[in-house]
């Protein structure tokens, strides 16, 4: 079966960065939606997270992350922990590379989420995750918010794009 995607939005940070990137009145006409990030935020921690409908509530997830030669996991419940980006710290020009699939967003079941993430700060290491997670929530998507958790925000050319998937 074939699988046809279809640009919904695409949000490129300009001059004096941006707090949040959020994607609204996302239609209910796919199957699927992807979301493709090449992200970078301005403060010195690199913890962000998805948010499904304005909710900070109702998330399960656990990730494996790989940093060099170290392997650890962890859990997060409210939100989706969109694993480590670069930073202000890391090296100068370099994002990290999202890619985050939900499958059946606009069904009546709870919303599951896979995510894997790569980065790499030259200096000192480099990393990839894999993320699943599950949105208790039987309520469509319709917005969806990536948020930097520290209140620093996305640095100048972070980008994110939003794709619907339709079944061919």
Do not use: H
């Not at 948010?51 to 962890?74: D, E, L, R």
């Not at 699943?132 to 309520?139: H, Q």
């Amino acid at each position: 079966m074939a699988n046809t995607y279809v640009l919904i939005s695409t949000v490129t940070v300009g001059s004096g960065g941006a707090s949040t990137i959020d994607f609204t009145s996302i239609p209910a006409t796919y199957t699927d939606l992807k979301l493709v990030c090449s992200l970078r935020n301005s403060g010195a921690n690199n913890w962000a997270g998805l948010i499904f409908n304005g909710s900070a509530a109702s998330f399960t997830m656990k990730n494996i992350k790989a940093y060099a030669t170290t392997a650890t996991s962890q859990s997060v419940t409210d939100y989706i922990y969109v694993a480590q980006q670069n930073m202000s710290t890391d090296t100068s020009n370099t994002f990290s590379s999202v890619e985050v699939y939900i499958p059946n967003y606009t069904s009546n079941k709870y919303k599951s989420v896979s995510m894997d993430t790569v980065g790499e700060n030259n200096a000192t290491e480099s990393y990839a995750e894999l993320t699943a997670g599950l949105w208790s929530n039987t309520a469509a998507i319709t917005q969806i918010d990536l948020v930097e958790r520290t209140n620093s925000g996305w640095q100048v050319g972070t980008i994110a794009t939003l794709y619907g998937i339709t079944a061919a």
